[in-house]
């Protein structure tokens, strides 16, 4: 059984507002995984998993056991966003790069440790900003099911009849969490959105991985996950695309499933291969 430690660690971010991180770390680390959550705010459920209820129709597994069997300390980020309380940052930039300062805050402190880092939906946002804005830091990225670009998905919440989401509220939530609507401030938009920072990316490998029937983030080929592995190929960039049909069991809705499959294991691994090339 692998000797596992967890903790919670409060940081002070650039912009001076306190954000907490659980952080696990196996007996022998080769590696810093930071991960991101699907909502983006909880980190107990990004490693001890969730199981199907308010937020979630599917088992969500949890990271933290094997990340340990793999090497990988793990590093997951309570949300913070510009507004609060918001279910989701949304790839709030101030978030985004205090997360990125504790993961090497943590692989320094556990010898000089490669970072890469995981998400899942808004959690696979985060995970390219993250490689996005810090390159440098980053080894290697796995993105599922991700949001790509902040106002197509927008705009697609509001104009899509088969959207779940503009029914709660969601349209209003975003456009309060970054400042307006894509009309009114895009440079927020593309700040908080992949296509934002292609050339970046085009240095790191990426791995994303996307749902046809996903039909909480919809467009994938055309706007997100897909589109996004035709720019990098374009560039030369070392991408990783793979396309996942999932059946769902009776009585589950096929798009929402499709959305909330997640391979924790696969994810890992394509990270771990990323590391030992």
Not at 47 to 58: I, Y
Not at 78 to 89: C, D, F, S, Y
Not at 99 to 128: F, K, M, N, R, Y
Request: aromatic content about 6%.
């Amino acid at each position: 059984m692998e000797t596992l430690t967890r903790k919670a660690v409060q940081r002070v971010g650039a912009d001076g507002r306190t954000r907490e991180y659980q952080i696990t770390v196996p007996e022998s680390p080769r590696a810093v995984v930071l991960a991101f959550h699907p909502y983006g705010f909880d980190p107990e459920a990004v490693l001890d998993g969730e199981m199907p209820g308010l937020r979630l129709e599917r088992p969500f597994p949890g990271l933290a056991t094997p990340a340990a069997r793999l090497g990988f300390a793990a590093v997951a980020p309570r949300g913070l966003g510009k507004v609060e309380p918001l279910a989701g940052t949304l790839g709030y930039p101030e978030h985004i790069d205090a997360a990125v300062e504790a993961a090497v805050a943590t692989a320094e402190d556990l010898g000089g440790l490669p970072i890469v880092t995981l998400g899942v939906s808004l959690g696979g946002q985060e995970t390219l900003l993250a490689a996005g804005r810090h390159s440098d830091a980053i080894s290697g990225v796995c993105a599922v099911n991700p949001i790509v670009d902040l106002a197509a998905w927008y705009d697609d919440i509001v104009n899509l009849p088969i959207s779940l989401l503009a029914d709660i509220g969601v349209p209003a939530q975003v456009a309060e969490e970054v400042g307006g609507t894509p009309a009114d401030v895009p440079e927020l938009y593309l700040e908080r959105s992949a296509v934002g920072y292609l050339d970046e990316l085009s240095v790191v490998p990426v791995q994303v991985v996307w749902s046809p029937i996903d039909n909480l983030i919809p467009n994938g080929k055309t706007k997100h996950a897909g589109r996004l592995a035709k720019l990098l190929r374009e560039r030369g960039a070392p991408v990783s695309e793979r396309i996942v049909t999932n059946h769902p069991t009776e009585g589950q809705e096929p798009g929402r499933y499709a959305h909330e499959s997640f391979d924790v294991w696969s994810s890992l691994g394509f990270l771990l291969d990323q590391l030992e090339r």
